[in-house]
């Protein structure tokens, strides 16, 4: 079995930072990519960033510049440094993990329940 959790949420005024941490924790022998999704009260949940086990990484037009996506050196965790917050992050952040657990095995997708993220103005 594999679980995934969230850390890190929490309340933040308008123009502070929050550190997401997202790790992957048992049957697993490598992880494929590590994305962060968000979904705000009303609306449907949208990818935030999303980076591959090389380290290439992928950000919504809305947080370019602001957020960075990050690997931990086993690339079963990941983190989502985010900068210069505005109310319109304001979202529970979901942790997405694609991963096999053998060697030559199927890749599964794992959620994380979910953190809250609050920016205030």
């Known amino acids: 079995q594999v679980q995934v959790a969230e850390s890190g949420g929490g309340l933040v005024q308008a123009g502070g930072s929050l550190r997401l941490s997202c790790a992957a924790s048992g049957s697993i022998f490598r992880a494929d990519g590590i994305g962060w999704y968000r979904q705000a009260p009303g609306k449907e949940r949208e990818l935030v960033a999303i980076i591959s086990k090389g380290g290439s990484a992928n950000y919504a037009d809305s947080v370019k510049g602001r957020f960075t996506i990050s690997l931990d050196n086993s690339g079963n965790a990941a983190y989502l440094q985010m900068n210069n917050m505005k109310p319109e992050d304001t979202a529970v952040y979901h942790c997405?993990?694609?991963?096999?657990?053998?060697?030559?095995?199927?890749?599964?997708?794992?959620w994380g329940q979910g953190t809250q993220v609050t920016v205030s103005s």
């Open positions: 997405n993990v694609q991963l096999r657990s053998l060697f030559n095995g199927p890749v599964n997708t794992y």
